[in-house]
């Protein structure tokens, strides 16, 4: 099987085209137009530029994969879309294109749900078995997953504020640091004294996968005033220990969550026990090191995919199109264009024509 996907949710145009046989799936080719100097002035991603930004490029973006991936519309067998969640604007271009090509072709259309692709991501590369246990922790998400199947996912908690991403962003920006904000908070960190500054370690009282980071942020900004109060200014000092305590923060949380994440997990007594993460927060090494602690005490495997596939694309799209398309999942052109859809409500029935 061989399908063209095409990802265009949040601020990176992407298109990919992965076949797959019998045995593992592979990426023919994986085309990425990143949007960042576009947004940089702005702090963050301008929703109407970026839906232009996609418009403008999606066709390009995908006649670049196939033709690096050296197959003609006749060598697919069907074209999937990211039909969301994410920018409206965005995922109607995605949506368009890929409506676009069907109506050409004729070939079967297959929305796929963003957050699918990310969480169906260990699978394409690492072909692992159902269930598994996905901690998705990005920009824009964090969530945990029991993942059973390729339409079958268990939302066990995540979180009811920001992202970690965004925390990171923030945090960045509050101390003058470039963005993104979770490479330069996590160099940062490395000079810092962890002993230093303690932030608080928000919903580690309740008993349930639920996790918030809006109150770190406030706690750092008043972390920050404190000390330019006090002394009229950041030292270099002063950054990497703020740095430091914040990141060690959400090491802790993801940790102790994913501890009772796994704890549920387990009780469906998987035969290869497994967590991946994906997410570009996966790329955080202190964070990396914290689940995977966990993991080895639990006595559960920890993978996590390389970052290029961690981070949005459309080789996940394509490869979550493969897996829809084996179970005989198939949309028409009155797919629809989602900003808001729960993973754990994907079902062909939902997505096919729904309004
Ligand atoms: P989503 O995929 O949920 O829509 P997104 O596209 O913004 O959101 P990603 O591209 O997966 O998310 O990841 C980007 C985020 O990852 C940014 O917030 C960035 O700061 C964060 N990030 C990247 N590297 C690191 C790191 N080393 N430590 C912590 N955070 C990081
Ligand atoms: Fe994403």
Known sequence: ITILGLE??????????????????QILSSIIYGQTELHS???????????RAHAEKIDLCAAEAM????????????VAVTAGPGLIGGVLSGVMCAKGIAAATGLPLIGVNHLAGHALTPRL????????????????????????????????????????GEAFDKTARLLGLPQPGGPSVEAEAKAGDPA???FPRPLLDRDDCNLSFSGLKTALMRARDQIVAQKGGLTHADRANLCTGFQQAIVDVLAEKTRRALRIYLQETPAVPLLAVAGGVAANTAIRAGLETVCTEMGVT????PLRLC?????MIAYAGIERFRLGARDDLSLAARPRWPLDRTSPSLIGGGK
């Open 311 to 315: 981070t949005d694309n459309a080789a």
């Open 196 to 198: 230093h500054i303690r």
């Open 67 to 78: 033709q690096r991936a050296g197959v003609s519309f006749e060598d697919l067998d069907a």
């Open 8 to 25: 265009s949710s949040c601020d990176d145009t992407a298109a990919a085209v992965v076949r797959q046989g019998e045995g593992a799936a």
């Open 302 to 305: 920890f993978t996590a995919p």
């Open 41 to 51: 002035a702005f702090g963050g991603v301008v929703p109407e530029l970026a839906a």
């Open 125 to 164: 590369t690492d072909a692992v078995a159902f269930p598994y246990l996905m901690l998705l922790v990005s920009g824009g998400h964090c969530q945990y997953l029991i993942v059973r199947g390729a339409e079958d996912f268990k939302r066990l908690g995540g979180t009811i504020d920001d992202a970690p």
